[in-house]
């Protein structure tokens, strides 16, 4: 079984983890902004999540002799466990329930502040429950004033929602006094010019709307999947904090999974190791998603048209981005818990900035912010000036488990 045991072995994982966790929410979130239900893209991202873990698991869990104190893989999965693996599936199933939040957030709230508040409310909760967990590993005058700029972040992240929603509102309002007979949403002729453009694929047009523009913002609406005009900020809020706190509990789920710090194992029963904790994980995580999507399909949410089984098969549009969405998150959930494993849970948290990653993706392919106004500016810039100083802060605070 390969370990990693370095301060530095565990930074490069925290690394890729960012870029992985980052890259996944924007891949997910360009095929909702193109059509395509979210129900599918999920059933078919957590096909490939599961994937992942299996091959981490028959890969990095299996190299080398395993030993009475650190068993490989195959070994673990006969020993008698199982209070270990409960805390590994619980960890599973509350970031199957934030994942499949976050999926309808990106709709209204946008991907950047989305991945800002639910990380920064994981880092705010799951990163102090991490510091007590790890026997206080990591350096707590310096973890905790980065937990303290997470914090800021939050409060940040709010009001650039708030206020991009008032710049849009200004753009559309505006749109609609220049429309004949004040039609501003369903307009005939703004549905029929713009709604078989592709935003995202460059598609050339002289009639292309251009980002942040009112005539883009009815061309998203036409064709996304996830209708948001006439909806409240509220919902859109209310869906991502509870999103950030179910993911703010699966770390420490899977640090108790991993080190059983409250000592459930019997006696002579070696931890789990992080790669069949993440293989259960894994499992509790897939299987509460394929339920959830499934019934979602036959009973949607938020006005989302029926689907079937049926449909969901035979939908080949996007699938293989979906698919490799969940072999991202997979693969970067799987070197979180490799990182934190070595230098302490409460440092791997700082793949929370993974906003980072996404606002680059959300600003470079949706066109998020364009044209908005100098205070959305002011606020958003802000907001990722508290994210850089708190990813520098939260990997400083790393310890090494002994």
């Known amino acids: 079984m390969y370990l990693v045991e370095s301060k530095g072995g565990a930074i490069a994982c925290m690394l890729l983890a960012l870029f ?43 190299i080398g002799n395993g030993t009475i104190e650190k068993p ?24 199957s329930l934030g994942n ?36 206080k590993i990591n350096k707590a005058e310096i973890l905790f004033p980065g937990v303290g ?41 703004a549905s029929e010019t713009y709604a078989k453009k592709d ?21 998203l609406e036409n064709k ?7 909806k409240g900020t509220l919902i859109g809020l209310s869906i991502t904090f509870f999103a950030g706190f179910c993911f703010s509990l699966f770390s420490p789920a899977f640090n108790l999974a991993t080190n059983d710090q409250w000592n459930t194992l019997k006696d002579g029963v070696p931890h789990l190791s992080v790669y069949t904790a993440f293989f259960y994980f894994s499992i509790s995580c897939f299987v509460l998603a394929i339920i959830l999507n499934i019934t979602f399909l036959y009973k ?21 981005w979906a698919l490799l969405a969940g072999l991202l998150c997979g693969f970067g959930n799987g070197l979180q818990f490799m990182g934190g494993q070595a230098a302490g849970y409460a440092a791997a ?13 959300g600003i470079l392919l949706f066109g998020e912010y364009r044209r908005s106004s100098r205070k959305t500016y002011v606020l958003l810039i802000g907001m990722l000036s508290m994210f850089i100083v708190a990813v520098g802060v939260l990997m400083a605070s790393s310890g090494h488990r002994k």
């Open 100 to 135: 499949l939040a976050t999926q309808y957030a990106w709709a209204f709230v946008g991907l950047s502040v989305t991945e800002v508040i639910t990380s920064s409310i994981t880092v705010v909760i799951g990163t102090t429950l991490n510091y007590f967990l790890d026997d």
């Open 349 to 361: 948290d700082a793949v929370q900035a993974l906003p980072l990653v996404s606002t680059f993706w």
């Open 300 to 320: 949607p949410v938020l006005n989302l048209p029926k689907s079937s089984i049926k449909a969901y098969l035979s939908d080949w549009e996007g699938r293989w």
């Open 20 to 62: 992985f966790l980052g890259t996944w929410p924007a891949i997910l979130t360009l095929l909702e902004r193109r059509g395509r239900l979210p129900q599918h893209t999920y059933l078919d991202y957590t096909i490939t999540n599961l994937l992942a873990a299996v091959i981490i698991a028959f890969t990095f869990g299996e």
């Open 149 to 189: 700029c997470f914090l800021i972040a939050v409060c940040f992240g709010s009001a650039v929602h708030s206020s991009n929603a008032a710049d849009n509102k200004k753009k559309l309002t505006s749109f609609s006094d220049d429309t004949k007979d004040g039609e501003m949403i369903n307009d005939a002729h």
């Open 72 to 95: 490989n893989f195959l070994n673990q999965l006969s020993q008698d466990n199982w209070p270990s693996v409960m805390f590994a599936m619980a960890g599973g199933i509350v970031l």
């Open 199 to 219: 935003l995202e694929n460059g598609s050339a047009s002289n009639e292309k709307a251009k980002f942040g523009t009112a005539h883009f913002l009815i061309e």
């Open 224 to 230: 996304r999947a996830i209708k948001v005009f006439g």
